[in-house]
């Protein structure tokens, strides 16, 4: 049963409302926070948005490079902001996202699947490098200047880098242990080929021993280019500043005094809620309860803590909703021919990445 993508963002908008009422928050006093902050900051917070997205497009272009040397950086911008919009309307923890980057590039440049899956591997590789760092580094800072206030931001920030870190031994054997997931590939074949001897496996072994073939070469060919991953890794290390600078420019809004690097702390940590494949979109509601809670355990008040992630969320989903769908919807239809947003409603029942 499919339910109106609308009806789970009121339910989600519904739970955070409810949420703060059981959290004891003053509404008087959260509405007087929200009429002192400066609209000046709120087209700052807008520019660091768009410059949040172009360093992350940024960075996968370095990444493509690589496997394709004709490939525009317009053209890599574009199908970037293509697929963030289809991860706002169906979250699956950025996998939307990605599948519809492997299927412009198809579209584009004729690059098989299995070849920019290998820059795609490594463009997560490297997030997860940067998110390991800032948690790291952030917690550091926040230890030694004695301003942890809650034994949970130390919980929360370890189980976060041992996430990341998860992320990140799986990657790099994917980056660098290739021949082990040929070597078990033909393991899964076999054995499925004893265990089932009428379906016939071996017109799909061939296919899947293809597709592995091609990842390797793509890879291979990543590898050799150091200087781009070098450059791909920058570019994000710069995106997820411009991640931490939302909330921090609002805090200056509202007058509150943050640490910068208290909130790369909580930035990457209530950012794993963002990850979660619940299927609302902009993860309404969960993502919020999330921020404001990581804000209030860094000793910010609950009133200021709220205004703070409404109006982050007001950038990071309204504007980035507007801004994505409206170059979506002018380059689908001219940029990219017949590509149909038809596509994004079948993403969660089959994938594109296919030959």
Excluded at 127 to 141: E, N
Excluded at 227 to 234: A, D, K, R, T, V
Excluded at 325 to 347: A, R
Aim: net charge positive; with cysteine; proline share 2%.
């Amino acid at each position: 049963m499919k339910v109106n993508p609308s009806i789970l963002i009121v339910i989600g908008v519904l739970i955070f409302i409810a949420y703060i009422f059981l959290i004891g928050v003053d509404v008087k006093q959260l509405f007087s926070v929200l009429r002192k902050s400066s609209s000046m900051y709120y087209f700052l917070a807008v520019i660091i948005d768009v410059g949040f997205i172009f360093f992350y497009g940024l960075a996968w272009f370095f990444l493509v490079k690589c496997i394709c040397r004709e490939i525009k950086l317009k053209d890599a911008i574009l199908i970037v902001i293509i697929g963030w919009f289809g991860d706002m309307l169906i979250p699956a923890a950025f996998m939307t996202g990605e599948a519809l980057r492997l299927y412009l590039l198809k579209k584009l440049y004729n690059i098989d699947y299995s070849r920019g899956l290998a820059t795609v591997v490594v463009h997560r590789v490297l997030s997860a490098i940067a998110f390991a760092m800032f948690v790291s580094i952030g917690l550091i800072f926040l230890i030694e200047g004695g301003k942890i206030l809650s034994s949970d931001i130390i919980k929360r920030g370890i189980f976060a880098v041992s996430l990341a870190v998860i992320v990140i031994i799986v990657g790099l054997l994917l980056v660098f242990r290739i021949d082990l997931i040929e070597r078990y590939s033909i393991k899964a074949f076999d054995y499925l080929g004893r265990s089932f001897r009428r379906i016939r496996l071996q017109k799909y072994q061939e296919k899947v021993l293809s597709l592995i073939k091609s990842y390797r070469e793509s890879m291979i060919l990543l590898r050799e280019k150091t200087s781009n991953i070098f450059l791909g890794f920058l570019f994000l290390i710069i995106q997820w500043c411009l991640g931490v600078s939302i909330p921090y420019v609002f805090f200056i809004a509202v007058g509150h005094k943050m640490s910068f690097w208290a909130l790369a702390t909580a930035y990457p940590i209530y950012g794993l809620a963002d990850n979660l494949p619940i299927g609302i979109p902009a993860n309404a509601g969960v993502l919020d309860i999330a921020m404001t809670s990581m804000f209030i355990l860094l000793g910010v008040p609950k009133e200021v803590a709220v205004t703070v992630t409404v109006l982050t969320r007001s950038i990071i989903v309204l504007f980035e909703a507007i801004f994505t769908g409206t170059i979506t919807v002018i380059y689908s239809s001219k940029f990219f021919e017949d590509f149909n947003l038809e596509f994004l409603k079948n993403l969660t029942q089959k994938t594109p990445i296919k030959e």
